[in-house]
């Protein structure tokens, strides 16, 4: 008997061990670091959208920029894009005309890291898509070659053709223009990327001196390098949330003599054992709402908690990292990584729903200081 309990309490204690060191562990973060970069882009070419052969309306086409990365999703650059456009126009009779003139176009863009946003911050990463939508101005000059194809045509040496150049232009003009594109970079190191840029970008029908009726389009693809100044992440290590101390009652039989008393009932005397609550902070990755598996492991201790303790129940309060996204995002994030425990522990843990309070808190208060710590469901059982 003595060696049984022996084994017993050696059990105990190895399980003890064993949980206090899962509980312990530390957490290795990266931690986005806003920055600054510049973009040299001198391999490109343009399109201008025109009527005539696809080749005949080609020309070359370069870019710099320089931007800000505010957090790992949202950033900002400015750019400026140069060199030249190219326009013509068909004969009925099968002849084609063709010019070309120069412009430059300082613009503002705003960028949205899409890998970031839909799959999480990962600085190794060897490949991030982002978009961007951008305003400016394009300044467009040396026309010449368009009056020359108008001399021609009115002079009448050809006739019947079917486009017009009624919005002629000549001089030095400034128009305004917009643009939307994707970016695809590929990681050298943490500074140093190998960028692919594709663009459309729109200006008013006068820009080809052609009258349309509708806006003139130039398509632009750009290859070069940017370079990040700086580190653009740290990596930290991240202590766990203190242990909750389990209590484990340790039953050990004692037989005692008593003198037989047929007349009396034995009294039992319970002694009540103090319950601690448990608390369990399940982490989730950037505008995510999915349970690793590593955290999975913190729900199940929870139903255990709730299934060994049929009285107990558990609130669950979400959050949202308040230097990602907005308050309307982040209040939609919050309550689904709740609302996510929740669902696990009462559809796949067979927890009564009865048993469960799910709090969203959004980003109106941030538990930890560090800010991805903060994308979280704090769970309480007691």
């Known amino acids: 008997m003595k060696f049984t309990k022996t084994i017993v309490s050696c059990l105990l204690a190895l399980g003890c061990f064993t949980a206090n060191a899962q509980e312990k562990q530390e957490q290795i973060v990266n931690e986005f670091n806003p920055h600054w970069y510049v973009q040299i882009q001198p391999l490109g070419a343009q399109h201008t959208l025109g009527e005539i052969s696809f080749n005949d309306l080609l020309s070359y086409n370069f870019q710099i920029g320089g931007g800000y990365n505010f957090t790992p999703v949202w950033g900002a650059r400015f750019s400026v894009n140069a060199w030249q456009s190219r326009a013509g126009l068909e004969k009925m009779s099968g002849a084609t005309y063709d010019w070309k003139w120069n412009y430059v176009a300082p613009m503002v863009d705003g960028t949205m890291n899409l890998s970031n946003f839909f799959f999480g911050y990962k600085p190794e990463r060897f490949f991030n898509l982002s978009a961007l939508l951008g305003v400016g101005l394009n300044v467009a000059w040396h026309n010449d070659e368009a009056q020359d194809v108008k001399t021609v045509l009115l002079n009448g040496s050809?006739?019947?053709?079917?486009?017009?150049?009624?919005?002629?232009?000549?001089?030095?003009?400034?128009?305004?223009?917009?643009?939307?594109?994707?970016?695809?970079?590929?990681?050298?190191?943490?500074?140093?990327?190998?960028?692919?840029?594709?663009?459309?970008?729109?200006?008013?029908?006068?820009?080809?001196?052609?009258?349309?009726?509708?806006?003139?389009?130039?398509?632009?693809?750009?290859?070069?390098?940017?370079?990040?100044?700086?580190?653009?992440?740290?990596?930290?290590?991240?202590?766990?949330?203190?242990?909750?101390?389990?209590?484990?009652?340790?039953?050990?039989?004692?037989?005692?003599?008593?003198?037989?008393?047929?007349?009396?009932?034995?009294?039992?005397?319970?002694?009540?054992?103090?319950?601690?609550?448990?608390?369990?902070?399940?982490?989730?990755?950037?505008?995510?709402?999915?349970?690793?598996?590593?955290?999975?492991?913190?729900?199940?201790?929870?139903?255990?908690?709730?299934?060994?303790?049929p009285d107990a129940k558990v609130t669950i309060s979400g959050y949202a990292d308040k230097g990602t996204g907005n308050k309307a995002i982040n209040d939609r994030l919050s309550t689904q990584r709740a609302n996510t425990v929740a669902d696990v522990l009462v559809k796949k843990l067979g927890i009564d729903k009865s048993r469960i309070v799910t709090i969203a808190k959004g980003d109106s208060e941030q538990p930890y200081s560090t800010p991805s710590l903060n994308r979280v469901s704090i769970c309480i059982a007691e």
């Open 158 to 309: 050809t006739t019947g053709y079917n486009q017009n150049l009624d919005h002629l232009w000549d001089g030095t003009k400034c128009r305004l223009a917009a643009r939307v594109g994707l970016m695809g970079d590929f990681r050298i190191d943490e500074n140093l990327s190998l960028g692919l840029e594709l663009q459309a970008n729109t200006v008013n029908d006068h820009y080809n001196s052609k009258r349309a009726g509708n806006s003139d389009w130039y398509f632009n693809g750009l290859v070069g390098l940017k370079w990040n100044f700086g580190k653009t992440n740290t990596t930290k290590t991240v202590p766990a949330p203190a242990p909750v101390e389990r209590v484990i009652e340790r039953v050990v039989e004692r037989v005692v003599e008593v003198p037989a008393k047929p007349a009396e009932t034995p009294v039992v005397v319970e002694k009540a054992v103090k319950r601690e609550p448990l608390r369990r902070d399940v982490f989730f990755t950037i505008n995510s709402r999915t349970i690793t598996a590593t955290e999975m492991v913190k729900v199940e201790e929870i139903a255990d908690y709730l299934k060994k303790n």
